[in-house]
């Protein structure tokens, strides 16, 4: 029966307002899970702190288990899921760009947001940054046009790149992700600050 | 007992299900069967033989025939340019390219109407567009298009006409005897090219 705007259960504009209250109901809980202070997020990359890469390696595994299990019962079409596409040259710029940014100035862009609606200045900075950023970026759209739109590769997964099966992949993810949780936890002892 | 042990002890059992278990390939049917039925009472499924005749004599690249018979009826006599799917095999992913597509018309035919009528009902069921049915099948074609019956000479003028233009495309097509014409040359119509959207992935992302 899934996806359920494209088989037209919902229409775009009940869709466009479930994702406003979802949006609201993500804000919430990233703000009440301190994801707006930037030292908590920027923790991630010295070892004090890695609620970061929990959050969202558990969020990603949960999608992941979650839709596997609605395909296996029939209830939503993975073909008609959307695959952002990918761009091999821009999503390895946009990647260290959007890594460098996390590293100094300590959010995301979405906890940029959830930060600034709690009055961080910080945040309003990053903000200000973020569109000077996208300013730049769409002023100056033909200079990067050319690497923007290099090495098309459609929408390919990495279990068909790697020629495994749906759900061997999903499996060594989610044993990767508690590995990783492992090596955070441990980090975490190893590299503690006392306030933060 | 912490978090992380709680978490990988319910997220490590269903991983190895899903590893275990095959993937779903089974395709949802995206109509159901009173909109099927709703369709199939309209009929725009129908292309009739004097639209195909006349797109086969122009050469109209944006129609593709398909032969849902079997493989030697097929070799036996077909229209030309047309392609052999069977009906068995409409299935297989060999052919899906060539049903699930916004680019061409798909005009299935068999003997009758029963076969590319089911072939066209499988695929519409799976969503698929563009897909349409000869009326009549090849036993229709050979009587309008191939050996023509002259209208009597007191039937109205399109009737006249649309006798010409299959004694023609009969010519064109390699059908029966030369006849002359008894009036002036009318084209007929040209089939009309339904488009319709074609159901896309949901957009979105981060």
């Not at chain 1, 395909?71 to 899921?81: C, Q, R």
């Not at chain 1, 068909?160 to 441990?186: D, H, K, P, Q, T």
Request: overall charge negative; glycine content about 10%.
């Amino acid at each position: 029966m899934g996806p359920l705007v494209v088989n037209e259960f919902i229409s775009p504009d009940t869709n466009l307002f479930l994702a406003f209250l979802i949006g609201i109901g993500f804000g919430f809980v990233l703000e009440s899970s301190g994801f707006s202070s930037s030292r908590k997020l920027a923790g991630m990359f010295y070892g004090y702190d890695t609620t970061v890469l929990k959050v969202f390696f558990t969020a990603a595994i949960t999608a992941l288990v979650g839709m596997l299990f609605f395909s296996l019962f029939g209830w939503v079409d993975l073909d008609l899921i959307y695959i952002n596409p990918t761009f091999l040259h821009s999503a390895i710029v946009g990647g260290v760009i959007m890594g460098v940014g996390f590293i100094m100035g300590g959010f995301c862009p979405g906890t940029a947001f959830c930060a600034i609606s709690i009055g961080k200045l910080d945040a309003l900075a990053f903000i200000g940054g973020l569109f000077l950023g996208i300013v730049i970026f769409t002023e100056g759209y033909p200079l990067f046009e050319e690497l923007y739109k290099a090495e098309f590769m459609g929408t390919p997964t990495i279990n068909e790149f790697l020629g495994l099966s749906r759900g061997l992949f999903s499996f060594m993810l989610i044993a990767a992700a508690f590995g990783m949780f492992w090596v955070g936890e441990w980090a975490e002892k190893k590299f503690p600050r006392e306030e933060y | 007992m912490n978090i992380r042990l709680k978490l990988a002890a319910i997220f490590l059992p269903l991983g190895l299900i899903i590893a275990a278990v095959p993937e779903n390939t089974t395709k949802a049917y995206k109509l159901t069967a009173e909109e099927l039925l709703v369709e199939a009472q309209e009929g725009a499924q129908f292309m009739s033989t004097d639209e195909i005749a006349d797109a086969l004599v122009q050469k109209d690249p944006s129609f593709r025939l398909i032969d849902v018979r079997a493989q030697d009826e097929y070799e036996k006599f077909h229209l030309p340019n047309a392609i052999n799917i069977p009906l068995t095999d409409i299935l297989s992913d060999e052919w899906a390219d060539y049903l699930d597509q916004d680019v061409k018309m798909n005009i299935f035919y068999s003997n009758g109407n029963l076969k590319s009528n089911e072939a066209w009902m499988i695929t519409r069921q799976l969503g698929f567009e563009n897909n349409y049915v000869m009326q009549g099948g090849l036993n229709y074609w050979a009587e309008t298009i191939m050996n023509p019956t002259a209208p009597a000479s007191t039937s109205p003028d399109d009737e006249i006409a649309k006798y010409d233009f299959r004694k023609g495309a009969s010519m064109a097509l390699g059908g029966g005897a030369v006849g002359t014409a008894k009036s002036s040359k009318k084209s007929s119509p040209k089939p009309v090219i339904k488009r319709k959207k074609k159901k896309k992935r949901a957009a979105g992302g981060c």
